[in-house]
Structures are given as C-alpha cells and as structure tokens.
C-alpha cells in the first residue's frame, strides 16, 4: 500500500493533534421519582454534546421540572467520565 491510501487518516490524526480539544459533556434527563435515567426501550436517553446548557433546555422543553432533572458530566479527550 501507498502513502495516499493513509492520507485521510493522517491528515484527521494532523488536524486532531493541531486544533484545540472542547470539552464535551455527557447529559441525561433523570425520572426524580426512582433517581433512574430515562430509557428508550432499555436504553438510557444520554446526550453527548459540547454545550450542556442548550441540550438541558431541550431536553427539559415540555417536562415538568418537579418530576425530570437533567445530570451533566464531563468526558475527557477519550470520551471517558471524569
């Protein structure tokens, strides 16, 4: 294989490496009565995003602030919770 069938790879890995990292959060929307996430057939409704504030509202957009709370948590470079 060549050099120019990695060039995309390479060029992202430049791009990644030069650009400055924004911080990304983790937001769920949270049921108070049980303390447990939202789920989509089994699945906890979770947003990743780097604007926690604008995915809070929507998420929140027609709820009843007395029964959904939103949980935000902040992910590291790797997309792991710190």
């Known amino acids: 294989m060549s050099m120019l069938n990695h060039l995309s790879a390479l060029t992202d890995r ?3 490496a030069t650009t400055p ?4 959060y983790s937001v769920a929307l949270i049921d ?6 939202h789920t989509i057939s089994g699945i906890p409704l979770v947003v990743m995003t780097a604007e926690p504030v604008t995915a809070s509202h929507e998420l929140m957009r027609n709820r009843d602030p007395g029964v959904w ?12 919770i710190q």
């Open 14 to 16: 430049a791009i990644r």
């Open 21 to 24: 990292f924004s911080p990304r």
């Open 32 to 37: 108070r009565r049980t303390g447990r996430p």
């Open 69 to 80: 709370d939103i949980f935000i948590e902040r992910m590291d470079r790797n997309g792991a």
